[in-house]
């Protein structure tokens, strides 16, 4: 198993490797039009954005948030990974969101016991009968279809304390 310091060192390269091809695509992107070309080059910035934070947490040796960035850059590009490798995949993750979006909306209020929708009952088990139809979209499913699952394993295990509030990531954060 690779050790922390050998990931966070690949990850830096992969990570200047990653600046370059995005700085080269996203000047020469058309956006006329073209939701797809607007969605990769949105995840383009997004993850552009993190990887900037993981060069300003890594020089100032941030173990923990370093971690958290390493952790969400994978979950973003296995993303843009699908979403370029599917042409299909940004009209049916559209479709997906708008209904879970809602759905877990709905549910968070109703947990929370929020009294400000009327029928909350009601309207949930609307959504659930109108999403039926929609294929469901997980990440484990993004992942898996992206190619980069081994990659996304070795991340989320040496990754996930710092994401999770638990006994090892307390210790560590003494160290």
């Known amino acids: 198993m690779p050790q922390r310091d050998e990931i966070v060192n690949n990850a830096t390269q992969?990570?200047?490797?990653?600046?370059?091809?995005?700085?080269?695509?996203?000047?020469?992107?058309?956006?006329?039009?073209?939701?797809?070309?607007?969605?990769?080059?949105?995840?383009?910035?997004k993850i552009q954005n993190i990887c900037q934070g993981i060069y300003v947490t890594h020089e100032k040796k941030h173990l923990m948030p370093l971690e958290i960035l390493l952790r969400?850059?994978?979950?973003?590009?296995?993303?843009?990974?699908?979403?370029i490798d599917d042409p299909?995949?940004?009209?049916?993750?559209?479709?997906?969101?708008k209904y879970h979006q809602e759905l877990m909306r709905l549910k968070t209020l109703r947990k929370i016991g929020d009294k400000?929708?009327?029928?909350?009952?009601?309207?949930?088990?609307?959504?659930?009968?109108?999403?039926?139809s929609i294929p469901r979209i997980s990440s484990t499913e993004i992942i898996?279809?992206?190619?980069?699952?081994k990659e996304?394993?070795?991340?989320?295990?040496?990754?996930?304390?710092?994401?999770?509030?638990?006994?090892?990531d307390i210790k560590r954060y003494i160290k």
């Not at 299909?88 to 969101?97: P, R, S, T």
């Open 116 to 132: 400000s929708v009327p029928n909350i009952d009601e309207l949930i088990k609307e959504l659930k009968e109108k999403s039926k």
């Open 88 to 97: 299909d995949f940004l009209n049916k993750y559209m479709d997906y969101e």
């Open 14 to 45: 992969l990570l200047t490797d990653l600046l370059e091809f995005f700085q080269s695509r996203t000047s020469s992107v058309n956006f006329e039009g073209s939701d797809k070309n607007i969605f990769a080059v949105i995840l383009m910035v």
């Open 152 to 168: 996304f394993i070795v991340c989320f295990f040496n990754f996930s304390e710092s994401v999770h509030s638990n006994f090892n």
């Open 144 to 149: 898996s279809d992206s190619g980069l699952g």
């Open 72 to 83: 969400s850059l994978i979950e973003n590009v296995c993303l843009l990974k699908k979403h």
